[in-house]
C-alpha cells in the first residue's frame, strides 16, 4: 500500500510539473510587409509550421539561418488572424488566469501596430488591446453564472521611472513601486476602453516635445484587472498586462551621448533583465531576479509560474534592418526554446505513462488482495 501511495503522489507531482511545463511561455513571431521604398527582403521563407528562413540580401549563402517559434506571422497577416491565435489565452483570463503579452522587436517593426492598430490609432484595423477588451466585455455580458468587474490601469516606463498615463499629476517613481499606486479606472463598454487609450496616449505625448522618439523609448503597460463572482460566492482574481516595450534596436555608442545614451542604457537593461526572469522562470530557478529592473518588479505578480506568457517577436524584412532582425530573433528564440522543447515534455510525459503502468499494477495487487 505504501507503495501505491508514493506511486500516486509521484504521479501528481510529476502531473502538476508537466502542467506548468506546458506552454506557460509562448513566443510568436510577426513579420511587418516592406514598406514604401523598401525593396529588399531578408525574410526567404515564413513556414506553417512555426519556422522562418532569413538571410543578410547582401550574402545569403553565408547567413542563412532558420528560427523555429510557436508560430510566425508574415508579412499579409491580418489583425483578426494574429487575435485569432491569442484569443483563447486572453480568454483565459477570464477563468482566473494572469497573462502577459510583450511586444519586442526594434522601433518600426510593427509592435504599436500589433498593440494598438496602425500608427496606434484606434479608429479602424484594431490592435490586439481593443480586440482583448472588446472579448472580455462580451465574455462577461454572455457569462450569467458569473458577475465580473472589469477595471485598467495604464503606465509607461521611461529611464526606469513610472509615470501614470490615467493620471499624469500623480508621480509614482518615488513611492513604492506597485501597480495599484497608478490609477485604476473601472469599465463598462468598448467606448469607455477606447475614451481611456486614447487620454492615455494624450498623456504619454505630453510628457515630451518629440512624442514619437519618446514612445519608442519607453515601455508602455496596459493592465486589465478581472474581478469574477459566481453565484455560490466563489470570488476569482487575475489581471492581463499588455505591453508595449521599447525598441530593442542597439544604439550605436559612439555616437549616443548624453540623453540618447543614458536612454539606450536603460532599455538595454530592462529588456535583458526581462529576459533574465524569462530564462530563470523556465529553467524554475529557485531565485527569479525580477528586482533588476522597473519592468520586472511591476509585473513581478504576473510574470510568474502560474502566469501565462506570450511574446511577439517583431521583424522589419527590408534588408538594412538585418542586424537588429537577427538580434531579435536571436533573442526571441532564446525565450521559447528551453521551455518548449518537446525532448523535455516527451520526456516528462513517457515517465508519468511509466508511473501509471505501476499504479494501474499496484491497484490490481491491491485488489487481488482484498
Ligand atoms: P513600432 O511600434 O515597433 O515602432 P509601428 O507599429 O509604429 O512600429 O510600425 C512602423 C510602421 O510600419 C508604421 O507605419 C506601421 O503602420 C507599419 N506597419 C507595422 N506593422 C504593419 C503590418 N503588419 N501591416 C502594415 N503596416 C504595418
Ligand atoms: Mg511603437
Excluded at 68 to 91: A, H, M, W
Excluded at 288 to 316: C, D, E, V, W
Aim: proline share 3%; with cysteine.
Amino acid at each position: 500500500a505504501l507503495g501505491y501511495n508514493q506511486a500516486v503522489k509521484e504521479n501528481k507531482n510529476l502531473y502538476n510539473t508537466l502542467q506548468e511545463l506546458r506552454g506557460n511561455i509562448r513566443v510568436f513571431c510577426r513579420i511587418r510587409p516592406l514598406l514604401h521604398l523598401e525593396s529588399i527582403s531578408s525574410i526567404e521563407h515564413v513556414g506553417n509550421d512555426g519556422s522562418v528562413m532569413v538571410c543578410d540580401p547582401v550574402k545569403p549563402q553565408s547567413t542563412r539561418k532558420i528560427f523555429q517559434f510557436n508560430k510566425v506571422f508574415g508579412p499579409t497577416t491580418t489583425q483578426d488572424e494574429v487575435y485569432k491565435e491569442t484569443q483563447s489565452l486572453i480568454r483565459s483570463v477570464m477563468d482566473g488566469y494572469n497573462v502577459c503579452i510583450f511586444a519586442y522587436g526594434q522601433t518600426g517593426s510593427g509592435k504599436t501596430h500589433t498593440m494598438c492598430g496602425p500608427s496606434g490609432g484606434l479608429a479602424k484595423d484594431f490592435g490586439i488591446n481593443y480586440m482583448a477588451l472588446n472579448d472580455l466585455f462580451n465574455i462577461s455580458t454572455s457569462r450569467e453564472d458569473v458577475k465580473y468587474d472589469i477595471r485598467v490601469q495604464m503606465v509607461e516606463i521611461y529611464n526606469e521611472q513610472v509615470r501614470d498615463l490615467l493620471n499624469i499629476r500623480a508621480s509614482l517613481s518615488n513611492g513604492p513601486l506597485n501597480l495599484p499606486d497608478a490609477k485604476i479606472c473601472p469599465v463598462q463598454s468598448p467606448s469607455d476602453v477606447i475614451n481611456l487609450m486614447q487620454l492615455g496616449e494624450k498623456h504619454r505625448a505630453s510628457g515630451s516635445t518629440a512624442m514619437n522618439h519618446r514612445s519608442s523609448r519607453s515601455h508602455s503597460i496596459l493592465t486589465v484587472h478581472v474581478n469574477g463572482k459566481d453565484i455560490a460566492g466563489n470570488v476569482s482574481r487575475s489581471s492581463l498586462h499588455l505591453v508595449d516595450l521599447a525598441g530593442s534596436e542597439r544604439v550605436d555608442r559612439s555616437e549616443a551621448t548624453g540623453d540618447r545614451l543614458k536612454e539606450a542604457q536603460h532599455i538595454n537593461k530592462s529588456l535583458s533583465c526581462l529576459g533574465d526572469v524569462i530564462n530563470a522562470l523556465a529553467q524554475k530557478n529557485s531565485h527569479i531576479p525580477y528586482r533588476n529592473s522597473k519592468l520586472t518588479q511591476l509585473l513581478q505578480s504576473s510574470l510568474g509560474r502560474n502566469a501565462k506568457m506570450l511574446m511577439f517577436a517583431h521583424i522589419s524584412p527590408e534588408a538594412e534592418s538585418w542586424a537588429e532582425t537577427l538580434g531579435t530573433l536571436k533573442f526571441a528564440q532564446r525565450t521559447s526554446s528551453v521551455e518548449l522543447g518537446t525532448a523535455q515534455a516527451n520526456k516528462e510525459s513517457s515517465e508519468i505513462r511509466e508511473l501509471k503502468e505501476q499504479v494501474d499494477t499496484l491497484k490490481k495487487a491491491l485488489a487481488s488482495k482484498e
